[in-house]
């Protein structure tokens, strides 16, 4: 991509407005039109939201996306609705034992309004904050519960040299590790910053930070590639969608995918939530003393940083400089056949109405928001970089490209994809890919864009999933 040393937050600031504004119409057509009794809101067919059974994983952002146009907008009524909504439907995600994405669904509901009221945009009550602390922290333990131990093989400094791995596995089951995953483990590090942990047979308790931290070591070790390991398709910064491990002896066996092109490509919403998970977990523990961490986690801080350092900047410059078009949006894949047929797309702004590969705006929302939180966790000259093709993706996203403005349309970002080789994604007429159309998650991680340069453009609060 070609980033813009020039771009700000604060010159985003106007642009910022039209998207909350937009969205804010969007939420409230969406509440009022939605039968809960079908399910979850998942992708666009045609402007109009439908569901998709996989997972509920997108019900939490239904009602995040209230709570974060409410907060942007300072409208009450949005928060209420968001609060409300979350209050009815959102208790089953928390105690949810068949999924990985406690982070996805109660961090965009729970979380953000323990955010709140601690910004104190939302009256302060007593019992009011502990139903959100009680519900964050039986999720993250709940969360943690779906754990795997796995071999760790030769001790290295991707792995902090710890002496055992693991890893939450995925919904596919205990030989599954998923890279986006890496953004859903931190409810872990706020239920275990509740003080909360999981308790086991014989009332053995399990530290949440240290599964936490494992995980995101496995990860690092397995499906993250860093260039060093004589493996054909190793570029550094690329990721495998899921990595598979023996569950006989917990040995890694090999990389897979269920959403990317193939297990030797890269799928950019997988990279995105790399990309945004390793920083969001870095500017964590930044808060928390080498004492404090080596008593939780049994490793040494400085380790364990210097790995996730690592994995969020081999990310980061695979996203920037091969995994995305000119103007930060990024293809499905990077490897998706059609790009044959467009042997110089990087050089160019993002097609979505070209005829051979679809683009995947929401993969880029997220990916921003991790380049931005990477590059001021960085500070600085070597910050800046990433901060500016953060800005960069955002500007484009803000633009009249990506969003849906025509009323009738109910999402917010358009030219988002669910799952290309399922051939889920609504091609429309006359079309030879899927365009046009908006997804949950990538209509929420807009907003987390978009409140996250409002608050730096206005010299706000800065936003964070922990406390």
């Given amino acids: 991509m070609k980033t813009d040393p020039k771009v700000t937050a604060k010159s985003l600031l106007p642009d910022v407005e039209r998207v909350f504004k937009l969205a804010a119409k969007k939420c409230k057509a969406l509440d009022k039109a939605w039968d809960s009794s079908k399910g979850t809101p998942v992708f666009t067919e045609n402007g109009t939201y439908t569901t998709r059974g996989w997972t509920e994983w997108t019900q939490g952002f239904?009602?995040?996306?209230?709570?974060?146009?409410?907060?942007?907008?300072?409208?009450?009524?949005?928060?209420?609705?968001?609060?409300?909504?979350?209050?009815?439907?959102?208790?089953?995600?928390?105690?949810?034992?068949?999924?990985?994405?406690?982070?996805?669904?109660?961090?965009?509901?729970y979380g953000n309004l323990l955010r709140l009221m601690n910004e104190k945009k939302i009256k302060e009550d007593a019992w009011e904050r502990k139903t959100y602390e009680n519900a964050i922290a039986a999720s993250g333990a709940v969360q943690a519960s779906r754990w795997m131990g796995a071999q760790p093989g030769k001790p290295g400094p991707d792995t902090a040299n710890a002496e055992g791995l693991g890893y939450v596995y995925s919904f596919n089951g205990p030989h599954s590790l998923f890279i986006d995953t890496m953004r859903t483990v931190r409810i872990l590090g706020v239920a275990w910053q509740l003080g909360h942990v999981l308790m086991h047979e014989n009332d053995k308790a399990a530290n949440l930070l240290k599964r936490s931290v494992l995980?995101?070591?496995?990860?690092?070790?397995?499906?993250?590639?860093?260039?060093?390991?004589?493996?054909?398709?190793?570029?550094?910064?690329?990721?495998?969608?899921e990595g598979v491990f023996n569950r006989n002896d917990g040995n890694f066996r090999c990389r897979s995918t269920q959403q990317g092109?193939?297990?030797?490509?890269?799928?950019?919403?997988?990279?995105?939530?790399?990309?945004?998970?390793?920083?969001?977990?870095?500017?964590?523990?930044?808060?928390?003393?080498a004492g404090e961490f080596k008593k939780a986690t049994g490793l040494n801080k400085a380790a364990v940083v210097k790995a996730y350092e690592q994995a969020a900047k081999d990310t980061a410059d695979h996203f920037i400089k091969e995994a995305t078009a000119k103007d930060g949006v990024t293809y499905w894949d990077d490897g998706a056949p059609g790009l044959a047929h467009m042997p110089d797309w990087r050089d160019h702004d993002a097609d979505p109405y070209n005829d051979h590969e679809p683009v995947d705006s929401g993969a880029s929302a997220i990916a921003a928001q991790g380049l931005i939180r990477f590059g001021r966790y960085l500070g600085g000259s070597k910050g800046k970089p990433y901060v500016q093709a953060g800005l960069t993706t955002?500007?484009?996203?803000?633009?009249?490209?990506?969003?849906?403005?025509?009323p009738s349309h109910q999402g917010i970002l358009l030219h988002n994809i669910y799952h290309q080789p399922n051939g889920w994604d609504h091609i429309p007429k006359g079309r030879k890919v899927p365009c046009d159309e908006s997804a949950m998650w990538?209509?929420?991680?807009?907003?987390?864009?978009?409140?996250?340069?409002?608050?730096?453009?206005?010299?706000g609060k800065y936003p964070t999933f922990y406390l």
């Fill in 215 to 241: 995980h995101g070591l496995t990860t690092n070790r397995h499906i993250v590639f860093h260039g060093k390991s004589g493996h054909t398709y190793d570029v550094r910064g690329r990721t495998a969608h």
């Fill in 394 to 406: 955002a500007r484009t996203l803000f633009g009249d490209l990506y969003l849906a403005t025509r």
């Fill in 62 to 109: 239904v009602y995040g996306n209230a709570i974060l146009c409410g907060d942007a907008l300072d409208d009450a009524k949005l928060i209420k609705l968001g609060k409300k909504r979350t209050m009815d439907h959102m208790l089953p995600h928390v105690t949810h034992i068949g999924v990985h994405d406690h982070g996805f669904n109660n961090l965009s509901t």
């Fill in 442 to 459: 990538g209509d929420y991680h807009l907003l987390e864009l978009a409140n996250l340069v409002k608050r730096i453009g206005e010299g």
């Fill in 261 to 289: 092109y193939s297990p030797f490509s890269t799928w950019t919403r997988g990279l995105a939530w790399a990309i945004c998970g390793y920083a969001e977990e870095l500017e964590f523990f930044k808060t928390i003393p």
